[in-house]
């Protein structure tokens, strides 16, 4: 049906930028909410930010409230993560995800996965 790839993981120092990529096929993603969760070694995923096509809605965990900020890019099936002012306890596998319907936070109400996509950010 619809597969996601993230991309533009990598390695930045502490106070540094980076903008993480979730690319859609198969399916138009604008009919479709989509969250950004991520992943630390030994930790729960959480959630991070979502965007949905209901009213244009966006949400943010409170740990990057300020620090993300998620976009979409309809013509080209694409949401975006921009993270500025990283910090240490960012890293983590960051994975977007699809669901039907509003913005929720757990990660069990999304049905869809990318395969994640590494950010790790340097003191």
């Known amino acids: 049906q619809v597969q996601l790839a993230e991309s533009g993981g990598g390695l930045v120092q502490a106070g540094g930028s980076l903008s993480v990529s979730c690319a859609a096929s198969?399916?138009?993603?604008?009919?479709?909410?989509v969250g950004w969760f991520r992943q630390a070694p030994g930790k729960e995923r959480e959630f991070v930010a979502a965007?949905?096509?209901?009213?244009?809605?966006?949400s943010y965990a409170d740990s990057v409230k300020g620090r993300f900020t998620i976009s979409r890019d309809n013509a080209k099936n694409t949401v975006y993560l921009q993270m500025n002012s990283l910090k240490p306890e960012d890293t983590a596998v960051y994975y977007c995800?699809?669901?039907?319907?509003?913005?929720?936070?757990?990660?069990?109400?999304?049905?869809?996965w990318g395969q994640g996509t590494q950010v790790t950010v340097s003191s």
């Open positions: 965007t949905s096509w209901y009213g244009g809605s966006t």
């Open positions: 198969g399916r138009t993603l604008s009919i479709y909410t």
């Open positions: 995800a699809l669901r039907s319907g509003g913005i929720l936070y757990a990660p069990t109400m999304y049905n869809t």
